[in-house]
């Protein structure tokens, strides 16, 4: 069984600072990792995934996240957030695509003026 | 192109009553998946189609819900008879079915309905 943990879930920043979004898994098998976006009132947008070779991934947005093998995370980055950032983002692992994805409970990411 | 839409955006029923939500994908996307949120806790993964058979439906909680997907286009989520723990949003996704690209299983999502069981 997969299980994603996202250890912070708010996260208040200022603008133009940088943010980290942590985000951990277990998985018995080679896994597939995903960072999405949900605005209020809107659906979950990707922002970045991680397939197979490199494991630093560049998103849109300015997003980016590195997969760490040994240490099970995906941790998601921004080097300076904006208003706009402000949203809940989730992780989410699959073990297999197309496939189910398992997620983690969101992290709510709050960028104050 | 059109996004994953979903009806209706909301809907509040009582306790014993039947609801069905439907999900239309992106045109062409042979995978269709429900997922459901409840309490703000995190988003769980119902069922899978490819075009119109079932996948997996290893996260169905129980036999009240009914899941179709008529000629692998629309799919209706029917709830019978519903129950307070039912209440969440019921997000619907899609993807195209290909392998190896850069758009390899990137699920669409939809809005997602908030159902609410009083």
């Known amino acids: 069984a997969q299980s994603v943990t996202q250890l912070d879930s708010q996260v208040p920043v200022f603008e133009e600072a940088p943010v980290e979004l942590r985000c951990n898994y277990s998985?018995?098998?080679?896994?597939?990792l995903f960072w999405y976006v949900q605005y209020p009132n809107q659906g979950l947008q990707l922002l970045l995934k991680?397939?197979?070779?490199?494991?630093l991934v560049k998103g849109i947005n300015g997003f980016e996240a590195e997969f760490n093998k040994s240490q099970t995370s995906f941790h998601l980055r921004k080097p300076s957030v904006h208003i706009s950032d402000t949203a809940e983002y989730f992780c989410?692992?699959?073990?297999?695509?197309?496939?189910?994805?398992?997620f983690g409970d969101g992290t709510t990411l709050t960028v104050k003026p | 192109e059109a996004g994953v839409t979903q009806f209706p955006s909301h809907s509040v029923i009582e306790k014993g009553q039947t609801v069905t939500l439907r999900c239309d994908p992106i045109?062409?996307?042979?995978?269709l998946y429900w997922y459901r949120r409840v309490m703000g806790k995190e988003i769980k993964f119902l069922l899978h189609?490819?075009?119109?058979?079932?996948?997996?439906e290893s996260g169905m909680p129980n036999n009240r819900f009914l899941a179709e997907r008529t000629g692998g286009t629309y799919s209706t989520l029917k709830v019978q008879p519903a129950e307070l723990e039912d209440s969440g949003v019921y997000f619907c996704?899609?993807?195209?079915?290909?392998?190896?690209?850069?758009?390899?299983?990137?699920?669409?999502f939809g809005p997602g309905t908030r159902l609410t069981v009083l």
């Open positions: 996704a899609s993807s195209h079915r290909s392998f190896g690209g850069p758009d390899t299983d990137t699920q669409y």
């Open positions: 998985s018995s098998v080679s896994v597939y």
């Open positions: 991680y397939l197979s070779g490199s494991t």
């Open positions: 989410a692992v699959s073990d297999l695509v197309p496939g189910k994805s398992t």
């Open positions: 045109s062409g996307h042979d995978n």
């Open positions: 189609f490819v075009k119109e058979s079932k996948q997996d």
